[in-house]
């Protein structure tokens, strides 16, 4: 891969370390993959973190056989969602060389409702 500035309006060759430096902001392809990697795990952990895999069976199993009460569900629906928000953030955080990916600020953040809803199983 050639890299390039533009300088005066022409275009030249520079190093690698050059751009770099130049664009820190432009992840290098390997970081990427491995930032990817860190990234959807981090995802699963803080979501097995409030709902382990035994409380979302007991939640499905709970929905399909339609025994929530109106509010349950919602709540219910509520967590789908936010495991939907935390599994959407994970690309684009891991992508953003600027960004922790351990950092709470970066990830969605579940109700109080849902934390408190999803204890009972």
Not at 7 to 27: H, M, N, Q, T, V
Not at 84 to 94: G, V
Not at 109 to 116: G, Q
């Amino acid at each position: 891969m050639k890299y390039t500035q533009l300088i005066d309006g022409k275009r030249i060759e520079i190093s690698k370390a050059k751009y770099d430096a130049l664009f820190p902001d432009i992840p290098v392809e390997e970081e990427i993959e491995q930032r990817l990697v860190e990234a959807k795990a981090e995802c699963r952990t803080r979501i097995l973190a409030v709902m382990n895999e035994t409380a979302q069976s007991a939640m499905t199993a709970t929905a399909a056989a339609t025994l929530f009460d109106e509010v349950q569900m919602s709540l219910y629906r509520e967590g789908l969602q936010w495991i939907n928000d935390m599994r959407s953030t994970w690309p684009e955080l891991a992508k953003d060389r600027r960004k922790s990916i351990d950092s709470d600020k970066h990830w969605p953040k579940p109700s109080k409702a849902l934390l408190d809803f999803v204890s009972g199983f």
